[in-house]
């Protein structure tokens, strides 16, 4: 099966959708086992659970996010090495990142298990809500050795254009995860721990599957266990990379921890309809994170190979196809809304905070590609912190800022949604700028 992509020449839009669209079917699939975990442990009548769920979702995404930025580090270097014929700096690259990826869930085990209680307790999650939040966490996070290396994995395998083999790794794992769901938390009545074991497990599948598929690779991304080993400066070029979309995505998740921890204070209702709300939002936020690895690995071949102006191309479709996209996808949720907040639950106090945050948030979502894509761009060009400090200003600190003046004088969780669109607005006019003025130097 030919699984490689020449990236270097021939039509654009063509080769970005064959290429974004298994990475956006496979993040869904991740999300769809959260999805599935809320939907079981809701079947089971058991609200609070949900709001356990929901309860830990920025937390998750806290310690996940910073290494699936991290992962950025591998598609620019590896596309670069590929654009500028380096081969023979590929393998040590793989085998850095893999190992690398291993010993950092290993970490975070241990971490989670220190910080689980202390730090959901510091968000205000509610004492009836408490222990299963903290269980919850504890469990998933022993799969986490197992979802950094599937997303290293699949990052490496991504650089030469196969998207379609970490799809279906997901596919199969995702199977297992609904299946395994069913069994533990309804026939067994293990409710919030029964989900957690079975995503923890549906994760093992998943990174086996990858690895597997590394194994049996010819050429250069060929993983070979008698090779596992870091290599100081393949990880420096990693990190120098990858650290500044790390630490963005990290400060990001705690700018959403200190919004979760304002709408926890509103009540177990809030937090589960803000939890289904989030499923969809994160439903469409991955088709912009599929465009965005394609942007960021077909500029660093082009820009490895000195084709400035194909990065430009680049660019512009990535823009309009993740634009055209998000918005076909957010608008079919908010004309379903009944239906699809349905599938999650029969509360109409749930259900109400649902809508509101579908209307103000979801309506408005398209606005992410303008920092998304530009930011991937930039990176795929070499420049990783600039993105990276614009976006921590304008949709971090600029977060928090509002949680601790607006939403402290106004009892209203509108207010506390209306501060996505407003951090949007400002990021992406900010990081569209810094892209037209470093690609007018290089040009």
Same mark, same amino acid.
């Given at each position: 099966?030919?699984?490689? !992509?020449?990236?270097?020449?021939?039509?654009?839009?063509?080769?970005?959708?064959?290429?974004?669209?298994?990475? =956006?079917? +496979?993040?869904?699939?991740?999300?769809?086992?959260?999805?599935?975990?809320?939907?079981?442990?809701?079947?089971?009548?058991?609200?609070?659970?949900?709001?356990?769920?929901?309860?830990?979702?920025?937390?998750?995404?806290?310690?996940?996010?910073?290494?699936?930025?991290?992962?950025?580090?591998?598609?620019?270097?590896?596309?670069? &090495?590929? +654009?500028?014929?380096?081969?023979?700096?590929?393998?040590?690259?793989?085998?850095?990142?893999?190992?690398?990826?291993?010993?950092?869930?290993?970490?975070?085990?241990?971490?989670?298990?220190?910080?689980?209680?202390?730090?959901?307790?510091? !968000?205000?999650?509610?004492?009836?809500?408490?222990? /299963?939040?903290?269980?919850?966490?504890?469990? &998933?996070?022993?799969?986490?050795?197992? =979802?950094?290396?599937?997303?290293?994995?699949?990052?490496?395998?991504?650089?030469?254009?196969?998207?379609?083999?970490?799809?279906?790794? $997901?596919?199969? /794992?995702? /199977?297992?995860?609904?299946?395994?769901?069913?069994?533990?938390?309804?026939?067994?009545?293990?409710?919030?721990?029964?989900?957690?074991?079975?995503?923890?497990?549906?994760?093992?599948?998943?990174?086996?599957?990858?690895?597997?598929?590394?194994?049996?690779?010819?050429?250069?991304?060929?993983?070979?266990?008698?090779?596992?080993?870091?290599?100081?400066?393949?990880?420096?070029?990693?990190?120098? @990379?990858?650290?500044?979309?790390?630490?963005?995505?990290?400060?990001?998740?705690?700018?959403?921890?200190?919004?979760?921890?304002?709408?926890?204070? &509103? +009540?177990?209702?809030?937090?589960?309809?803000?939890?289904?709300? $989030?499923?969809?939002?994160?439903?469409?936020?991955?088709?912009?994170?599929?465009?965005?690895?394609?942007?960021?690995?077909?500029?660093?071949?082009?820009?490895?190979?000195?084709?400035?102006?194909?990065?430009?191309?680049?660019?512009?479709?990535?823009?309009?196809?993740?634009?055209? $996209?998000?918005?076909?996808?957010?608008?079919?949720?908010?004309?379903?809304?009944?239906?699809?907040?349905? $599938?999650?639950?029969?509360?109409?106090?749930?259900?109400? &905070?649902?809508?509101?945050?579908?209307?103000?948030?979801?309506?408005?979502?398209?606005?992410?590609?303008?920092?998304?894509?530009?930011?991937?761009?930039?990176?795929?060009?070499?420049?990783?912190?600039?993105?990276?400090?614009?976006?921590?200003?304008?949709? #971090?600190?600029?977060?928090?800022?509002?949680?601790?003046?607006? #939403?402290?004088?106004?009892?209203? @969780?509108?207010?506390?949604?209306?501060?996505?669109?407003?951090?949007?607005?400002?990021?992406?006019?900010?990081?569209?700028?810094?892209?037209?003025?470093?690609?007018?130097?290089?040009?």
């Amino acid at each position: 099966m030919d699984t490689k !992509m020449d990236m270097l020449h021939g039509p654009l839009l063509k080769k970005i959708l064959i290429f974004a669209f298994p990475i =956006i079917m +496979g993040s869904i699939l991740q999300q769809l086992f959260s999805a599935v975990d809320i939907a079981v442990v809701g079947l089971a009548g058991d609200s609070n659970g949900q709001a356990a769920i929901g309860a830990n979702t920025s937390v998750i995404a806290l310690f996940v996010n910073f290494f699936v930025g991290l992962a950025v580090g591998i598609n620019v270097v590896i596309g670069n &090495y590929i +654009g500028s014929n380096h081969k023979e700096r590929i393998r040590s690259t793989v085998h850095t990142a893999i190992i690398f990826a291993a010993l950092s869930g290993i970490f975070l085990i241990l971490l989670v298990e220190l910080v689980a209680r202390p730090m959901l307790k510091l !968000m205000s999650t509610p004492d009836s809500v408490l222990d /299963a939040a903290v269980t919850y966490l504890r469990i &998933y996070t022993l799969g986490m050795p197992f =979802i950094l290396i599937y997303n290293f994995g699949a990052a490496v395998l991504r650089t030469v254009g196969d998207t379609k083999r970490p799809l279906y790794a $997901l596919i199969a /794992a995702g /199977a297992i995860n609904v299946v395994l769901d069913i069994i533990l938390a309804i026939g067994l009545s293990m409710g919030v721990s029964g989900v957690a074991l079975a995503t923890a497990f549906s994760n093992v599948i998943s990174s086996l599957l990858v690895i597997i598929f590394l194994t049996k690779e010819e050429g250069h991304i060929k993983l070979l266990f008698s090779e596992l080993k870091i290599n100081a400066d393949d990880l420096v070029k990693l990190l120098k @990379i990858g650290l500044p979309s790390g630490l963005q995505t990290m400060v990001f998740s705690i700018a959403n921890i200190c919004i979760q921890a304002t709408i926890n204070s &509103y +009540g177990s209702s809030a937090m589960a309809g803000n939890a289904i709300a $989030l499923i969809f939002e994160v439903l469409a936020y991955y088709v912009v994170t599929g465009i965005n690895q394609a942007a960021v690995t077909f500029t660093s071949q082009n820009y490895g190979a000195g084709n400035i102006k194909r990065c430009l191309k680049v660019f512009l479709i990535s823009m309009a196809v993740a634009v055209a $996209l998000t918005n076909i996808v957010n608008l079919s949720f908010i004309a379903g809304e009944r239906f699809f907040v349905g $599938l999650f639950t029969t509360d109409t106090e749930v259900a109400g &905070y649902a809508y509101l945050r579908f209307k103000v948030v979801l309506a408005v979502q398209f606005l992410i590609c303008s920092y998304e894509i530009s930011g991937s761009v930039l990176r795929g060009l070499g420049h990783s912190l600039l993105p990276a400090v614009i976006t921590i200003f304008g949709t #971090c600190v600029l977060r928090i800022i509002w949680v601790n003046t607006v #939403c402290a004088h106004v009892h209203d @969780i509108a207010y506390v949604f209306v501060v996505y669109p407003v951090s949007w607005i400002v990021t992406g006019s900010l990081v569209v700028a810094a892209f037209v003025k470093v690609y007018r130097t290089i040009n």
